[in-house]
């Protein structure tokens, strides 16, 4: 497998975002839909396409995936085959793109390397507020070179938890529905229950320990495979609802401190299965 450095990856996710955040606070707020979809993929396209360019040249070994309005397919024959040996980039350059493109500083980047259909490095960068999160399989999770852990939250109950929608959740009605179910169950049990930002770096803070828990009904794999890992290097569980590992392409998923993460997946199994 291809050895990386992490530092050098994380410096190009650096650069990447001082330019994302001169074009955000020089913009207005974008609010028709058509004019929205044009903006993000002129935007989002130009930081993709460079953040691939720049990981090519470092390792050209390694496949680059297409990004989430395209799907998970590789984008050509030759990436499909480095994808095939096992290892491949994903990127989402701009994760929380309706917060971005109506001047609301909520937004992040995530990338992550993928190798044999497992997160191996991933990186969350906050670039408004300069945190960036990152971790490496067996090697801990950080925020700006800080080691973070999971908060020591037991169970879920009078916590702080977030949930969120993929993209275009309405496209999924069964995971709309469950959706419902679930934050209708969970409301009576804790303070609160907030969409605080992008979906990666919601996970990314019950990382840190900012909040007790997340989660998301919907394939969001694009923006929740790196946070799982962040997740679980920080001594968290990421799992998909029923308890199963979680993985592209999963319809959900719950991540939280293992004790929080027990009794979440319990009171949302209760309400799925009422």
């Known amino acids: 497998m291809t050895a990386i450095d992490t530092e050098e990856v994380l410096a190009l996710l650096r650069e990447a975002g001082a330019d994302l955040c001169e074009t955000?606070?020089?913009?207005?707020?974008?609010?028709?839909?058509?004019?929205?979809?044009?903006?993000?993929?002129?935007?989002?396209?130009?930081a993709n396409?460079?953040?691939?360019?720049?990981?090519?040249?470092?390792?050209?070994?390694?496949?680059?995936?297409?990004?989430?309005?395209?799907?998970?397919?590789?984008?050509?024959?030759?990436?499909?085959?480095?994808?095939?040996?096992?290892?491949?980039?994903?990127?989402?350059?701009?994760?929380?793109?309706?917060?971005?493109?109506?001047?609301?500083?909520?937004?992040?980047?995530?990338?992550?390397?993928?190798?044999?259909?497992?997160?191996?490095?991933?990186?969350?960068?906050?670039a408004v507020h300069d945190e960036m999160f990152h971790a490496a399989w067996g090697k801990g999770a950080f925020r700006n070179g800080e080691r973070i852990r999971v908060n020591g939250r037991t169970a879920h109950y009078q916590g702080m938890f977030a949930t969120s929608q993929p993209p275009f959740a309405g496209?999924?009605?069964?995971?709309?529905?469950?959706?419902?179910?679930?934050?209708s169950a969970m409301l009576p049990d804790v303070v609160a229950v907030r969409n605080l930002s992008a979906t990666s770096l919601q996970l990314a803070y019950v990382a840190c320990g900012?909040?007790?828990?997340?989660?998301?009904?919907?394939d969001d794999g694009f923006n929740c495979i790196g946070g799982a890992l962040l997740v679980r290097e920080a001594g968290g569980l990421a799992t998909q609802i029923d308890g199963k590992s979680y993985q592209l392409g999963s319809p959900h998923?719950?991540?939280?401190?293992?004790?929080?993460?027990?009794?979440?997946l319990l009171r949302l199994q209760e309400a799925l299965e009422a």
């Open 210 to 218: 900012r909040i007790d828990g997340f989660w998301e009904f919907g």
């Open 253 to 264: 998923i719950a991540a939280a401190s293992p004790g929080a993460h027990a009794s979440m």
């Open 49 to 126: 396409a460079g953040l691939k360019r720049a990981l090519a040249r470092l390792y050209p070994a390694i496949g680059w995936m297409e990004d989430e309005l395209g799907g998970t397919e590789a984008e050509d024959a030759e990436t499909a085959a480095m994808a095939e040996r096992g290892e491949y980039w994903i990127c989402d350059a701009i994760d929380g793109a309706v917060q971005f493109l109506r001047a609301i500083p909520n937004w992040s980047m995530s990338l992550t390397l993928m190798r044999e259909g497992v997160p191996a490095f991933t990186a969350i960068f906050d």
């Open 171 to 183: 496209r999924d009605p069964r995971a709309v529905r469950q959706a419902g179910v679930a934050l």
């Open 24 to 46: 955000f606070w020089h913009g207005e707020p974008v609010i028709e839909a058509d004019e929205m979809v044009d903006a993000f993929r002129r935007i989002d396209g130009a």
